[in-house]
């Protein structure tokens, strides 16, 4: 059964001290998605939304796209609901310090992460798959969308004890990684299936990324009961991997 996650972002841009009575939550509500049935929705989304951006389908596995690391123990994947409707969808890759590369999707197509792996402290955490409806027309609404997913994806890697994170994104959103997040690109675009769009691999700390999102916008801004309960989400799932 699906998770639901504990979940209040501030939906102002503007960083003064904020009071509960000027605080809004979110209409968007994001979980950790484990029934089969929503799989399923999640990947007939993705197809869609594959379908549209390179003008074909996406694959020849009928009218989803999902691959192996969708179904490995290391991956959790998420979904974004509005008045209970899919909107939305992102999966989350661990590879922890006793877990191999093979646990990332982007292992096979940027060498230059295995110095990152050994040089890392802790987990690393690889973002992708980032889906929206592409229904949604309204561009205010899908990037609250987006930025939700992204602030989900910054819960869970603080909740999970991952040092580094990695984004593979195409090259229009590498702006917004390295302004809001300080991510720099870790090797030359590849790519990334599906398709032969050219994907660029963008990484940084946890560190880095909690500072600057801080400081660029209080939406970002994560409590102590998020990561609890996000920690108590992804305990099992990570401990069965």
Known sequence: MSKSMPYGPRQSAVLPAFTD?????????IRIVNDVKERASIYALRYRAYEKLLNAPPCDQGEEFHDALDNAATTVPFGAYDAGRLVGAMRLCFSRPKDSLSTLPCAGYYPEL???KQSARESLMEVSRFTIDT???NTSYRTTLYANLVRTSLMAAEAARVSTILVATRPGWVRFYKYMLGFDMIGQPANYPP???KIVL???SLDLARKRQRMQNAFFRISPD???GMRQ???PILARA
């Open 21 to 29: 009575k000027t605080q809004r939550s979110s209409p968007i509500a």
């Open 114 to 116: 295995k110095a990152v």
């Open 135 to 137: 229904c949604i027309a």
């Open 195 to 197: 398709g032969d769009l």
């Open 202 to 204: 963008l990484g940084g």
């Open 226 to 228: 998020e990561i609890t």
């Open 233 to 235: 989400a992804l305990a």
